[in-house]
């Protein structure tokens, strides 16, 4: 897909949106954010589940795509694990000159951000229209080596008294290799408070491509406080991914502990991880 034109926002008609999906972040900010800016119209949506009023609503976004031509911009409000296909119907049939707003698209192994700008073309994946499965569940295995886990004990007493954060790089089985230290980018408090950016998710990915292993999620640590998610840290999760966090009290190191995302999104399920001797990193 080559790149477009930036939006005209200083137009004196407004940019034409449309909204894939109407859950809940669609009706708390995207269709409130729409409403309130005289920049933007939402002239439609797609979702087999429910409606907006004043604007024209479809069943699938391959109907929309086909009905509602001039469109400018086109949001994807689904949940993560449908982003990647419904980005890939829109790169694919949207008018040339039409935007498309999506997130990382997660489906699992990785963000997928190489398959998605490409097209799809190194990506075996059926593009159906709305008709989105959960993808499959982490496997149970997760094994830590002594060494990267010791690295990501010294990274958090480093950071203390604030939060530290990083990549879980590894294999396909579950094995992790590498604990990459990522900065913690966060506009709050620090000691509270992670943020790993677009910038960073970036230099996690090619790191996991240049070695030809998998980014199998993040760890950050908890100053003061138990290895256990907090609120902010479910909203921010995404599905299968593990996310390890370490508890450090007065600078100290304490118990580390990995969590996955439970399918409904809801809470986090504890996953037993294997404390392995250290392994030989391949260059």
């Avoid at 707003?101 to 997660?106: L, Q």
């Avoid at 008294?161 to 294999?171: F, H, K, N, T, V």
């Amino acid at each position: 897909m080559a790149a477009q034109p930036p939006l005209r926002l200083d137009s004196s008609m407004p940019l034409r949106i449309s909204l894939v999906g109407i859950g809940k972040i669609a009706r708390d900010q995207h269709i409130p954010a729409l409403a309130a800016d005289p920049r933007f119209e939402l002239v439609a949506c797609a979702s087999r589940n429910a409606t907006v009023d004043g604007v024209r609503n479809f069943p699938d976004l391959e109907t929309l795509l086909a009905q509602v031509p001039g469109l400018d911009c086109i949001s994807i409000c689904t949940p993560p694990q449908a982003h990647f296909e419904a980005a890939l119907l829109e790169a694919k049939n949207a008018e040339k000159g039409t935007h498309i707003v999506t997130i990382f698209p997660d489906r699992g192994d990785r963000y997928l951000s190489e398959g998605f700008w490409n097209g799809g073309n190194d990506v075996q994946s059926e593009v159906s229209t709305l008709a989105y499965e959960t993808p499959d569940q982490v496997d149970g295995n997760f094994t830590v080596p002594d060494d990267v886990l010791r690295a990501i004990r010294q990274h958090g007493a480093a950071a203390y008294p604030d939060e530290c954060c990083g990549a879980l790089i590894g294999d396909d089985s579950g094995l992790v290799l590498e604990a990459l230290a990522l900065s913690n980018t966060t506009n709050d408090e620090r000691k509270r408070r992670f943020l790993i950016g677009p910038d960073a998710y970036r230099v996690a990915e090619k790191r996991a491509s240049e070695t030809g292993r998998t980014l199998l999620g993040f760890y950050h640590s908890h100053p003061n406080h138990p290895a256990v998610p907090s609120a902010f840290d479910l909203a921010h999760a995404w599905p299968n991914l593990r996310y390890l966090i370490l508890s450090v009290r007065g600078g100290r190191p304490e118990e580390a502990r990995t969590w996955t995302l439970n399918e409904d999104r809801s809470a986090f399920d504890e996953e037993v991880v294997t404390i392995s001797q250290p392994q030989r990193l391949r260059a």
